[in-house]
């Protein structure tokens, strides 16, 4: 159905939720503890269930078509397994014939599918700055029913942003278990005064019992107030152990009194909910990829500190483990933080990936790139603190910052381990030349000594800069990395980056948005633009 529904008369309110800090210390950014605990009504569960899109920590990728999270899987690897996506067949792929989704609005975050959807047939998740939540039929696109969650603002109330409607910029997460899909988006007119995470049914759209929650000036964590203008929601969402996590940064341009926070919010009894903040202003958290989790929290990373010049260390430019609803657990951050303060160069441009590295010591490693050129490898049980990586890789040949501003995704084949991610600038270091302009590269990560290289570069075109997803048939063979190229699907061989397909002119995607990727579903690639999804199957 197509028509709008109406939304939950009232929010709750937040102020049981009002976090506690720890005692102070020179970093900064003291873990909150989670609010007093409520009641909340009892989730539907409508419908067959479907549990795909899980993994362990870090093993092997998930088998099931449904996408229920940014790339794919907790680890944020952008790994889909898909049997009958050889190179062979993906050389032939063609826009998909009678798949016509569209819908109202502009889309920034990326879809998701879920296999056994409304009425127990696949489905398809968009959502856009107006607020809009739409289920599309797998099979033809049509609206199976929308959702709009509330006023998306027209300004964002400061000076800077270059948004608008600035209503849900995030990629949301599904729960097939409780048949549920999370949404984070900005609420007001022409400011935002305040951010809702909203629970719906994805049956018909409905709103679960005891949502939405408000984010607003009543959130706190011990000095440090959440500025609901100033705060932007652009991370991807997270759902790891029955918490969601929501994570905040500011908008384009850096203006207002904003925080990096991580919220958290019990999907079970929602009135239990926390948050921390970082101890600087301006250290957001604001990477499209979102957090990645090895099963203990996540992974966030952090930005560039505003009003640099400080000499000691808050939050800026770190790596930080979050965990229950609130607690900071672990941090890294490189020695130059000041340095990639005083540039721009923040930390939290990239997501992070958690990689399972077979031979090495310890074989859980975090990978997480910054704008600067630099990829670091850190050990996923102890992120290190200061300079504490395992490894420290640059990947351009430049110095400048703004090189870099992707969701990197992972994956493994006989060859080895590889890192795929996309650099604007910089020239990287090709193994045949030509760095220059937008290049998808593929780093090689391997064990004993623990090292990384640049294997192959390919060019992604002058369009916007958006994210790659990797595929193979059972895990390892076939390797594909697919991407989008001013507006065409390309993909390229995931060992040497040679190129497989791109689509013909005609088959342009429009409206692509930066740092957003295409999925993986029953052997057909499906990525979203302002109005429309597309999609591109084997003949």
């Not at 997270?238 to 500011?250: A, T």
């Not at 063979?477 to 993909?491: D, F, K, N, P, T």
Request: proline share 5%; hydrophobic share 35%.
């Amino acid at each position: 159905m197509n028509s709008r529904l109406s939304i939950l008369p009232a929010a709750l309110s937040l102020a049981a939720a009002t976090c506690t800090p720890s005692a102070a210390t020179n970093d900064g950014g003291t873990a909150g503890t989670a609010g007093t605990t409520g009641t909340a009504g009892a989730t539907g569960t409508a419908g067959a269930t479907d549990t795909g899109g899980v993994t362990g920590t870090a093993g092997a990728p998930a088998t099931t078509q449904s996408v229920l999270e940014k790339n794919k899987n907790p680890s944020r690897d952008g790994h889909f397994v898909q049997p009958t996506l050889t190179k062979a067949a993906a050389a032939t792929m063609t826009r998909s014939s009678g798949f016509a989704a569209s819908f109202a609005g502009n889309m920034w975050a990326s879809p998701l599918y879920v296999e056994n959807g409304p009425g127990g047939t696949g489905a398809f998740f968009a959502v856009t700055t107006g607020n809009d939540v739409f289920a599309l039929d797998e099979t033809t696109g049509a609206v199976k029913w929308m959702r709009n969650i509330g006023s998306s603002p027209t300004a964002n109330g400061v000076n800077c942003g270059n948004i608008h409607p600035l209503g849900i910029l995030s990629t949301p997460a599904i729960d097939a278990t409780t048949r549920t899909i999370y949404v984070a988006g900005a609420i007001g007119t022409s400011a935002i005064s305040a951010h809702e995470v909203h629970a719906l049914s994805i049956d018909d759209g409905t709103p679960k019992t005891g949502w939405p929650i408000r984010f607003d000036s009543g959130m706190t964590s011990g000095t440090i107030i959440f500025d609901p203008p100033s705060g932007n929601q652009r991370s991807a969402l997270s759902l790891v152990n029955g918490i969601l996590y929501v994570g905040y940064g500011g908008h384009a341009g850096d203006c207002g009194p904003y925080h990096g926070w991580v919220m958290g919010i019990n999907t079970a009894n929602p009135t239990q909910r926390g948050g921390w903040a970082t101890g600087g202003q301006g250290e957001a958290i604001w990477a499209a990829g979102g957090m990645a989790s090895d099963g203990n929290g996540v992974i966030a990373i952090t930005g560039n500190r505003n009003g640099v010049g400080s000499s000691s260390h808050l939050d800026s430019e770190e790596v930080v483990r979050v965990t229950g609803m609130g607690t900071r657990a672990d941090q890294f951050w490189p020695a130059s933080w000041q340095q990639m303060d005083q540039q721009d160069a923040d930390f939290g441009a990239n997501s992070p990936v958690i990689i399972n590295l077979t031979g090495a010591t310890p074989s859980i490693l975090v990978a997480a790139v910054t704008k600067d050129g630099y990829l670091y490898l850190l050990d996923a049980a102890n992120l290190g603190g200061q300079d504490g990586h395992l490894l420290r890789y640059k990947m351009t040949a430049a110095t400048a910052a703004m090189q870099i501003r992707t969701a990197p995704a992972a994956y493994r084949t006989a060859q080895g381990q590889y890192l795929v991610l996309t650099i604007d600038s910089g020239n990287p270091p090709c193994p045949s030349g030509g760095g220059g302009g937008k290049q998808v590269v593929g780093v090689r990560i391997t064990p004993n000594p623990l090292a990384a290289s640049i294997a192959w570069c390919a060019s992604q075109g002058s369009g916007e800069s958006t994210s790659p997803i990797a595929t193979t048939i059972d895990g390892r063979s076939e390797a594909i990395v697919w991407y989008m190229s001013s507006g065409r699907l390309a993909g390229v061989d995931g060992d040497t980056g040679a190129a497989i397909y791109t689509s013909a002119t005609s088959d342009t995607c429009s409206g692509v948005r930066r740092w957003s990727s295409p999925i993986a579903v029953k052997g057909r690639i499906v990525a979203g633009g302002d109005t429309h999804l597309c999609s591109w199957s084997p003949q």
